[in-house]
């Protein structure tokens, strides 16, 4: 059984920086991703995709300013968050899918993901 837990949440001021990790354990997976579920809304919103092949793709907002990355000897997948701002704000969520993934071409889906994390909160707020 796979299981994945986020770490690195935390309030910052706008423009600062943060970096999530998710340590994953378990079986092999595909094409991993973090979701965020802003305060208010009940829909978690792709953030950024990776697939197996480290092929990466990202939600229009944070393209420039965020960069995951995956160490599948570590089994860590990051997040580096940079000029983050006060819309970044919410519930982090460390994601995989099944199978194999390669040359990314779009974030991932809800409906592409077989395993969540519990979640991390990050707060941009001055």
């Known amino acids: 059984q796979v299981q994945l837990m986020e770490s690195g949440g935390d309030s910052v001021q706008p423009g600062g920086s943060l970096r999530l990790s998710c340590a994953k354990s378990?079986?092999?997976?595909?094409?991993m991703g973090w979701f965020r579920q802003p305060p208010g809304k009940k829909e978690r919103e792709s953030v950024a995709?990776?697939?197996?092949?480290?092929?990466?793709n990202y939600r229009e907002s944070v393209k420039g300013r965020f960069t995951i990355s995956r160490d599948d000897g570590e089994n860590i997948l990051y997040l580096q968050m940079n000029n983050l701002k006060p819309e970044d704000t919410g519930t982090y969520y460390c994601a995989a899918a099944g199978g194999t993934w390669t040359r990314l071409g779009r974030v991932l889906f809800p409906s592409d993901i077989r395993y969540w994390g519990q979640g991390t909160q990050v707060t941009v707020s001055s």
């Open positions: 378990g079986p092999r997976v595909g094409a």
């Open positions: 995709a990776i697939g197996n092949d480290y092929s990466a």
